[in-house]
């Protein structure tokens, strides 16, 4: 006689849908503060974690940086981090030089240095992604340990229950009091739910590599606006031969990102060396080239009753400003300190008035930042003559205008005036051990 198994059914408080950098996190900070989670991963961690998986780095603004140390991460991601202390904003003129009208910001003269404050600098770090990862999967598996579903993907979704109920595609069921969806821009558990989407693709992709550059970076970040799009080059720390290095995103259309990912490496130093000011000495482009689509979306909501999603599942941002998932860490801090809060008035996780609050909380603050980085996209990313111009004698004016940058840069450290002391349990730093 053949015997058939029954499908099990586990059953969980929180179970995360997705175990890339948003669902990593969010698995890491919950399992911390005591709930019962699990992840489910349908990728293969071995592939993922690979060097060659993905070759960005991540600028991680100082919220970011506080709440990873208040995790207790920060510490092992230090040696991937180099600090951004400096910002020089310049824009590309008609012939292509460099003008000289230009914006830098310094967080030593601007006196944002507030000693003993969670705001002292710099400004945030570059970190790169594939060390980061793996401080993050270590992480996560000493606390998840067989709470940790890999290589299974979530196949069912099923909000009309009294809790959320998930078929994974292995046949295992899951039923939790409160999915979080951090499954990425796709977000087929924001699909299931029914959430409407608005999304914008900005004909814009993304050249990453690293660079080598004969003279040290000094912890400046250097952002050169071109009519096809911004190239960044943002300081990675040095290899230990003292060689220097910084991350390299340049923005061109789809047929240009891709014809330069193609390019002998002289020909697209070359290229490199003749776009960029003097500030790095000679630039040479090194190892793996990636190219990334970029676009624009915003989910409908990120709420109803048992379901929140969280990171690029609810909002994608274009990386001008590096944010997206400086965002997403802002969503995870938000949602820590309100289902803390329910579990203290003993209120259901799913409990749909709590998690509007967490909406209403990040959801206009992402909607900010998508609009932020949408303008000066446009803005930038325009020839004519008089925006040209404009926007040259924008950047000189602001230059000379110390309050408003300082107004900026906090905004870019992610304490806008909706976050940093609302947040008794991330940002102060008491999250148990
Ligand atoms: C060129 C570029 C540069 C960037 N630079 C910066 C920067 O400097 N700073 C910054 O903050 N942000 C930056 N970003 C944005 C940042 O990379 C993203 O916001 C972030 O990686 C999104 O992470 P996520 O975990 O939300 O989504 P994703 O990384 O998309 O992860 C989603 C995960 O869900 C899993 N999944 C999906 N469906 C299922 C299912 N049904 N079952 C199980 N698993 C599932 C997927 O396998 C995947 O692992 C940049 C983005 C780009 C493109």
Redesign the pocket.
Known sequence: MTQTSTPTTDRCEIAI?????????TAITFAKLGFDVRL????PYPV?LDDSFDG??????KA?QQIFQSLGLWQDMTPYAAAIDHIRITDAQRNGRISPLQMTFNVADLGISDAGSYRDGPMGY?TE?QPIRNVLFRAMSAALGDKLWTE????EFDFSQPLPQLG??DGRRLVADLVLA????????RKAAGIGLKSWPYNQW?L?TCLHHSEPHNNWAFEHFMPDGPFAA?PLPDLADGTHRSSL?W?KSEAAAKGLSRLSQDDLADCLNASFGPWLGRLTPVGQR?V???SAQHADRYVMPGLAL????AH??H?I?????????KDIASLAEILVESRERGLALGDLHQLERYQAWRRPDNAAMLAATDALDRLFSTALPPIRIARDLGLAAVDRMPRLKKRLIVEAMGFGPNFGSKLPVMATGVLPG
């Open positions: 849908i997705g175990g890339s950098f948003a669902g990593m996190t489910i991963e349908r990728a993922t960005r780095g991540h600028a991680i603004a970011g570059i992604n299974c993907e979530v196949a994974m595609k951090c499954d990425g821009r796709p977000s087929p558990t993304a990453v943002l995103v923005t990636w990334y689509p970029l969280i990171g690029d599942a994608g941002v990386p400003a590096g944010q997206g998932f400086n965002l997403a860490l």
